[in-house]
């Protein structure tokens, strides 16, 4: 397919002549893949995109086009190529239609269009939106109500009364609705609390494979809308996450902890229960948060990574730093 | 039903009198629900209790149940909220009985009144207890005990051999004594110590979503009773958890480890391989554990939250911290 | 089955006399078990081979063989140990042949002597390769690769496309080759990358239960040769992982970071994106990785554990560091 005839297929505006080329595909910008269109949204990156061996390359506006091969200004370069890449993608969902081999249940309500694969079961008067996609082992509880053009990976759970948006892609193996961990101690032993909530997900959010979201004990676990939440991560009862926020692989959230909108929350964050995130909080990878947060900003906890002798003699140090700390006040306060 | 009658119903005895009052279900304590019943354990909450849309409200003996709707006064009212509850609690529990399209090999022996879903496999000899049930997609393997009245939620694996007592609770996706990450390097290349034991698992335990519990490499792998265990909890080969220990999401423990008794671990704590952790130990979420623990008590790890700036020049200052603290003692022992 | 005989089949040669005893399992050191073979690698634990209840004990050359029963001495004890626990060990995979219940596209290759379990679904073009097993309710993708002598445990998922070496080992639950997370924000919310990669795994590789190897976005994800990945696990799009290199359990990765060859690290460690680790590196435990590493060696992040008063004393000095220290070195500078 001809470069200019793509750009019009996902409605890009070309700043100036685009390049007679035809393109079969997509490709990093380095090392490139002749043939293929690559973009470059940043000076930082120009070299590289001289040096490709794409056949095309989609430039930020401004960027100096000399050498660039196939080069093409656009404005927003990613989204351009990412709605270029999508129409390469293949379809890697079930075929339209019911696999012989899934358990549906009669009343279970299958809106038009669906992709129902391999071994799925959908439980009494679940309700699967219009063009919704169920991969091959997925479990969806009664009462699930799932909205349209849903992608469900292989092998997902959703617990019974889950409600689920519109647009919202789900990786294999996750866990949706399972039981909250509340219990309490009877002074003998451990005790069940029913956990008899709910999970409801917002539209055109991601959930990451083998990402587990629990149940609300009495009210729900809320993700807005826009929500994407990578591989592995845990979502406890009751928690609620706000529009747009991103959270990477192997966070965890504890229970009835609110989270604001527009967050980033980098991988193997872990927050603490019943605490309040402010909107636009972005947390570093590894980051412990025991505290609310009520101001917008950047954060983060840990220590330097060192050699293991230096990072032993830290360990050391750090154990008998306060009396060190105040041995040397004391003798500041009693010398000045 | 009448609020006296289910206090009845679950063997819980108020005091005072009972407010005549229908309940259809439970609820928060804030903000309530009309006709649904709440819990107050402490005077921390009374000013919510009075706020409350509750139809009635269980107060621990001696809170002023002035304005408060619905008051009446029981021992240890979150229990018998937790027993209120789960009479309102859905059985999700798949119908008695064998789904057509499980595989349940002919010398297994199913106990009375199982409830066995959509695709189960059930392998050689292994025998599953009175009354248990078995969700969607579940694999028992060949030669496992799984005790009466346990329930299992969808797609959890049971390796072959596993031993699992009665009453016991494992959330979907979990995954008992796959094989221990066992490996030996030959001079040449990483091959496999066979790992021959097993996982042992005592009565009332809770298991969670997507949680792996590996086998033993010889010895067995042994949870104790009563040990409740949250989702993507990783226990691995040979580790012993002593009753009543109850572990967050997300907890590692590495091979070997001995837990204790009535033991609180926060989530995302990891513990090292070969250590003893006393009973009645409370570990910090995020705590690194390396060392044995002998004595009871709370322990943690970590460094604070910070801003971003304030925390780069934390990991700047604890990398330089050893030297900086060694020229102010030397200057201090020089200078007195 | 004899010693001698035993020994003679794994291709162990002893030195000196082999004890006349037979031989019907394998055991721990300690307490050991009639009948059973142990092994000990180091006069550490000669005392415990003295007291062993082992039928006979593998001891490396030059160990004191005095009141250990059964003492025999072979080069690499544990290598011997544990090929002779292999021929011990139970063959836990499918029966030989296609369970009926599996759903294999006709247009699939299987090699000779597949095992494949109930419920498996194997995808259109997908090749597995001779003498491999899929345990029940694998799921396939289309256009798999899968090399012989391959063991694939229940409920794994590997998604479309992607290309794994032979005598691959995959513990239940894990998911290979589902969606990079690549998103981007356009301003008004976030969409897609697609994920157009694959992931690529190298010969004699074991994947860990409930652990996720993500596809590229557009090269691939890389496992090389015999890499040992524990248990849950997080390897995101584009990471590179070197020959040999092992991975404890809960380990997570971010995108596009190169790990070298040989390297171990530590239960729970996190790595950022965009990093390049050298051959041969250690990671303690629960380090977290924001910068590349060149140097081979051992490393470490973290702070100790405390009792919980001493920890959140270490919290608030740390929070106050800085300037306490300025402080001193300002009042030394004035002083000296």
Not at 48 to 55: E, I, L, M, T, Y
Not at 196 to 221: F, K, Q, Y
Not at 260 to 284: E, F, T, Y
Not at 305 to 332: C, D, S
Request: charged fraction near 15%; charge should be neutral; proline fraction near 7%.
């Amino acid at each position: 397919m001809q470069l200019g005839a793509l750009l019009e297929a996902v409605g890009a505006a070309p700043q100036g002549a685009v390049p007679a080329v035809d393109i079969a595909g997509v490709c990093a910008l380095a090392p490139g893949q002749p043939g293929a269109l690559a973009w470059c949204g940043s000076a930082d990156y120009l070299e590289q995109a001289r040096a490709s061996a794409a056949g095309a390359v989609l430039l930020a506006p401004g960027l100096d086009p000399a050498g660039v091969p196939g080069a093409v200004a656009v404005e927003a370069p990613q989204a351009v190529f990412a709605a270029i890449a999508a129409r390469f993608a293949p379809d890697d969902r079930p075929p339209p239609g019911v696999h012989p081999s899934a358990v549906i249940d009669p009343s279970a309500e299958l809106g038009a269009d669906v992709r129902i694969g391999p071994g799925v079961v959908v439980g009494a008067a679940a309700q699967v939106g219009e063009g919704s996609s169920l991969d091959a082992g997925c479990v969806i509880g009664a009462d699930v109500r799932l909205g349209a053009q849903a992608r469900v990976g292989a092998r997902v759970v959703i617990a019974p009364r889950c409600q689920i948006g519109a647009r919202v892609l789900i990786l294999p193996g996750a866990i949706i609705g399972s039981r909250g961990f509340g219990n309490h101690h009877d002074g003998q032993m451990w005790r069940e609390i029913p956990q008899l909530g709910s999970v409801r997900i917002g539209d055109d959010v991601e959930i990451g494979a083998n990402t587990t979201i629990d149940c609300g004990a009495l009210g729900d676990t809320v993700i807005g809308d826009n929500v994407r939440i990578d591989n592995q991560c845990q979502i406890a009862h009751n928690v609620h996450i706000g529009a747009q926020t991103a959270l990477a692989a192997q966070v965890g959230i504890a229970g009835s902890t609110h989270i604001g909108a527009g967050c980033m929350v980098g991988g193997q964050a872990g927050i603490s229960g019943h605490l309040r995130i402010a909107d636009r909080v972005i947390l570093n990878g590894g980051s412990v948060v025991y505290q609310s947060i009520a101001e917008a900003g950047q954060y983060g906890s840990g220590s330097p990574l060192l050699p293991a002798p230096a990072f032993r003699r830290l360990i050391v140090l750090l154990r008998r730093l306060e009396p060190r700390l105040k041995t040397l006040e004391k003798a500041l306060r009693r010398g000045h």
